[in-house]
């Protein structure tokens, strides 16, 4: 028997309390270590939560059948894995939830949980329920409610995430025994999960990450540096961009990848942004401000921990970032990545990383302006840079996409006399 | 010695250079799909003939890739190579421009280098001449002598191949002349190269030409080097096919030498290695399935009467399609007296003549011809050249004919070489209907091209597909991304019975996702006739049977059918006796054309006139009724109501000097809210009026994403347009997240490229820097906007806190005339089709999409069909909707708006006009079809871009006003 579905007023089904107990929610794979995180979080609230790894051809297929061929390639993926998931029998229909995240802003991302409810409808199961999972507090569910603990939790999720993947990307490639660095990332994230993502004591335990991490031994080798930034699903799924980052290491590259945190950073920023720069109200300010000092100040204890175990790449924090692109594009350029795509490429040249992959879906709104539309600029200001811009797309063959990112490898290797 | 391989989309070539680097050995080969194979064929013999030993190898090439990996030889990237060949080889070049078999890079050696290749949607350059070629029944020899003796050019869409193809393809029924369309051709791969290339770096000193195409095609040397002004800079070197290969031979000495017999065992088990590509079911799993699948197929049998015996009346059927020629006579049961099927070759009328001619000859004493309709692309050139009765939309026919096979059908599909058309019929009214878009057409021409290209006939190539093991998913965007497919799984070692049945089942898919879009075999109807030439081909329809989990009937003339339907619409309109052409004047058929622009209006359409024995003329290629003689029935059309009100915002002369708006994009509709203000605070304000064509040339090269729309492409050419005028110091742009708030939806965004496009032409166009460049954030929605506006004016100007003030209360006002006028024009224009009895048609998309470059004449072509155009912006704001998507953009606010309006009204319909590339437009078409089909009425949508063809729009549309 399914849970009383319950609707609100605009005629959208409820996550409940009933359906907490019951239900097993679906969530789709981005990022593996956060995700670990954020689902051992929601288990421990009770939920039943279910990570969506598949990466089958069948995906792409139904993603198809769902939404519009022309929707971006991230949504036709997500809800085609979802609906793989549905379909695979491995979850009873009536007893499932699906939750996706949901950006708001001027981008059709903030479409993309519509399009998963239409395809629920079209395939008859509108008594699936979706929970929004959001910042900026849209879309309520009755059932989707945390003590105020979890939030601390979740933002332990982002900084604990973002420092095991930027020290981990810094020692892969240069590991004297093959497989330590990822053995070293399977015992951080157990470890975080078993004692609990205080941040009482996160500085103390960013410490000591960092220093595990330090004392992986590594080779004094000369590898190729490559930036990998762009639309934030194809850039961090591997199922989105064809697994890049394996791709770039059998090449023999070092990859780096920018954060979570300045992303979500962003995310509050921008609303404070369009209060100030068209002196308009904005209901949820002091939410967006409050999202951007509290994950601003954890990213600088991220950053003092990497600086202080010495040896490594330190990320740049929000505001130089910020401060970077402000010579490019203003900060109003806000949907999509907005003005943090050109100064995470920024950020990148000036840390000597000239580099760098510009990922999208194919007929990316905002990067044609902010990914795409700026390389020619950055390339007049930095005659180092050597930036390829790579579309993704269910059509899109592998073979073009390698061959353009050989291409750019050819000319990194030339000028670094590899 | 130091060996070179490039194995390339179409070609391999192996170079051997001696340790002084001079070619000692050197072969070019076309590789048929077999890549590895001739490979390993073309280094033995190398080796052979140059004695092998020790040697030093690398690969090249984009089919290489992967055989790199499997053999363990050095991979030298194919642009990197190039580098390293011209630099050894030409020296002192300043940028390489080199063309293949699928990819185009370009290369700037001085002036800070850079490497380019095309992006993934403007591929197969040289694959698109071979297409081309073949479609023009030329041989590439043929093709480029041909393009030579040009006279003219005409525009050809150059986002890429199947853009350029429906646009040619239309040129070609109308009668245009085989030299100008060679070389209409090419000029389009040029402006392809430099658009989606140089992307603001101009192509300019010595440039040096390389790859096959530019190798063997004079012609299109020639055309690029006329483009580019490049007079002697043009460099050519000798053995410019090779330079790949002879760059991965210099590179790859800086290697470890091998033994040669070592090269060629490791490069021997790269071709025996397996296929990694995704692969699909098999289509048939043993010979009985096939069998049974073929005795269910044969009962759809048409009766046939002897032509040769027959007495009595009869009716003719013609269909000129997209590639083939279709004739079918009937009894007056119905039944086949004669029919003909052959390609086109490009030329409709020669292709008809002949067996016209033949059956008129068969007919002569016994048979009484009683009616003959024409339908197809080339519908109006054969009424016109032939005399026949009728001339009938595609639709049509194909519906009268399937009915004739199964009178419960309510669904039909039929795949041609260009097009697929399906429609759903409810109680013998069509309900619905899809056509495909220019992105998914050209599919059945595709897999005939194809076979022929690998030197199999249609038929030989699809059996080879019926009992493939692995076919290979070729995905389903468009041709030119199957094409790219197809060399990858050609790279992998996919064999080319896999490759046949991946690819119709792509084709079938292309059908069911991007055309149909249904979700169930349930949602498509009961009972499915499928019909058009590429169903004949088993391997299609049994893959469309496996995707759609359904039997459907195939008659046995599938290819026939829109021929047969004419014929069966004719005999139902009895007109007594045919017009037909006679006999004598048959066989002494003249035909003369001539290509001349038409001067009657600014538009300037390139008129293609056809003369019929001398004397009757035809003309094509216009977009009204003004160089036919006719003059056009006056109805309301907001699209050409609002330009002309746009245009009369002139400058007047102020204080301040002048400054330069850029008509486009969110400027079409604001407009006259910053002229109004800025002319008031003392500036003449200049705008750049309306596009064309060479306004999109002119700004073509700074445009950095290829595959954004049309309307942010043109922005580039609109800012050289102000830039041209030497009095102009100052460009104002402004970059607008919000737009106005007319509360139709949950919030009032600009999309993305509106809002920010500004941004990317201060970053891209360097002709901005040298002048005073505005593109401030504003949001006049927000009542901070005077504050904030005067804030402004008076730090950049030094204007009076005040004037501005007073000058926004201007803006405001004459922003709220503006569109007050609009929208009683849309009353006014409601109200004369209720008072005349006119259908109206809300052509609804954007309101950039005034601009005729934009629109291509769309309105016009809905105007001369007798239909009152409005625009959904002529109607007034409505209530917020319940809606199941966000409705956050104000633009798209006002489609689902207009549906809602066009659904509760029982003469108003509603045409979305999309361009391509609109992201948004995934989200709005979607919900706005099922806000219309809610209110039973049909969907059409119209893709626009570059294409400035409007045959397929004319399809569309005239099957909308004849379905109900």
Known sequence: ?418 | MRVGIDIGSTTVKVVVLDSDNHIVYKKYQRHHSKSRETAVKMLTQALESTGGGSITAALSGSAALSAAGISGLPFVQEVFATRVAVESLVGDVDAVVELGGEDAKILFITGGSEERMNGSCAGGTGAFIDQMASLLSLSLEELDRLSLEHLHIYNIASRCGVFAKSDIQPLLNQGAIKADIAASIYQSIVSQTIAGLAQGREIKGRVCFLGGPLTFLKGLRRRFVSTLELGDGAVFPENAEFFVAIGAALEGARGEPMDSADVLRRLSRANESDNKTGTLRPLFASEEEYAAFSRRHAQNGVPETDIDTYDGDAWLGIDAGSTTTKLVLIDENDRLLYSFYAPGKGDPLSALRGPLLKLLELCAGRITLRGAAVTGYGEELIQNAFNIDFGIVETTAHYYAAKKFDDNVDFIIDIGGQDMKCFKLRDGVVDSIMLNEACSSGCGSFIESFASALGYSVDAFARLGLFAKKPVNLGSRCTVFMNSSVKQAQNDGAGVDDISAGLSVSVVKNAVYKVIRAKNAAELGRSIVVQGGTFLNDSILRAFELEIGRDVTRPAIAGLMGAFGAALYAKSKAVGKSGLIGIEALRGFSRETKTTACGLCANGCKLTVNIFNGGKKYISGNRCGKPLGKKAEDLPDSYEFKKDLLLSYTPKPGSLGKIGLPLGLGMYELLPFWHTLLSELGFEVVHSGLSDRELYISGQHTIPSDTVCYPAKLMHGHIERLLEDRELTTVFFPCMPYNFDEGMGDNHYNCPVVAFYPELLAANVSGLKSIKYLAPYMAPHARSFPRLAAQYFHENFNIKKGTVKIAVQRAFEAYEDFKNKIYAFGDRALEFAETHNRRVIILAGRPYHTDPEVHHGVNRLLSSLGVVVISEDCLRPQAKMRLSVLNQWTYHSRLYAAAKFAAERPNVDLVQLISFGCGLDAITSDEVKDILENGGKIYTLIKIDEINNLGAAKIRLRSLLEAK
């Not at chain 1, 309390?17 to 990022?31: D, G, N, S």
């Not at chain 1, 989707?144 to 973002?162: N, S």
């Open chain 1, 1 to 418: 028997m399914m849970a009383k579905l319950v609707y609100d007023e605009t005629g959208r089904l409820l996550f409940t309390q009933e359906m907490r107990e019951e239900y097993t929610i679906l969530v789709p794979m981005m990022l593996p270590v956060h995700m670990t995180f954020l689902a051992k979080i929601l288990k421990a609230q009770g939920f039943k939560v279910e990570l969506l790894t598949s990466t089958s051809r069948e995906i792409v297929n139904l993603g198809l059948q769902s939404v519009h061929n022309d929707t971006c390639y991230p949504a036709l993926l997500v809800i085609g894995q979802m609906m793989e998931a549905l379909e695979s029998g491995k979850f009873d229909i009536n007893k499932t939830a699906l939750i996706i995240t949901q950006t708001g802003g001027g981008c059709r991302a903030s479409n993309y949980i519509h399009l998963l409810r239409k395809a629920l409808k079209k395939r008859g199961w509108e008594h699936i329920p979706v929970i929004s999972f959001n910042l900026a507090g849209m879309e309520k569910n009755p059932g989707f409610k945390f003590p105020i603990k979890v939030y601390f939790e979740l933002v332990g999720t982002v900084v604990y995430g973002d420092i095991i993947m930027n020290l981990s990307n810094q020692t892969r490639p240069y590991e004297i025994n093959p497989g330590e660095t990822d053995a070293l990332v399977d015992m951080w994230t157990q470890k975080l999960l078993d004692e609990g993502m205080s941040l009482r004591r996160l500085r103390w335990t960013l410490g000591r990450i960092a220093a595990d991490f330090g004392a992986i031994p590594i080779k004094k080798e000369k590898k190729t540096k490559v930036g990998v930034v762009g639309e934030i699903y194809i850039k961090y799924a591997a199922l989105g961009n064809n697994n890049l980052e394996a791709f770039l290491a059998s090449e023999n590259c070092e990859v780096v990848i920018p954060g979570l945190l300045d992303f979500i950073i962003f995310m509050g920023d921008h609303h404070l942004v369009d209060t100030r720069r068209y002196k308009i109200k904005y209901k949820k300010a002091a939410v967006s401000y409050l999202i951007k000092i509290v994950f601003s100040f954890f990213q600088k204890r991220l950053i003092g921990a990497v600086r202080r175990q010495g040896g490594f790449r330190v990320p740049a924090d929000f505001r130089t970032i910020k401060s970077l692109a402000g010579d490019y594009v203003s900060d109003g350029n806000k949907m999509g990545e907005g003005w943090l795509l050109t100064g995470e490429m920024l950020e990148l040249l000036h840390s000597g990383i000239n580099n760098i992959i510009c990922t999208q879906p194919f007929g990316c709104l905002p990067n044609h302006i902010v990914g795409k539309g700026m390389i020619r600029a950055l390339r007049d200001g930095h005659p180092g840079a050597n930036i390829v811009a790579i579309d993704y797309d269910p059509g899109a063959t592998q073979t073009n996409q390698e061959n353009r990112i050989k291409l750019m490898l050819a000319v990194a290797r030339l000028a670094n006399g590899i």
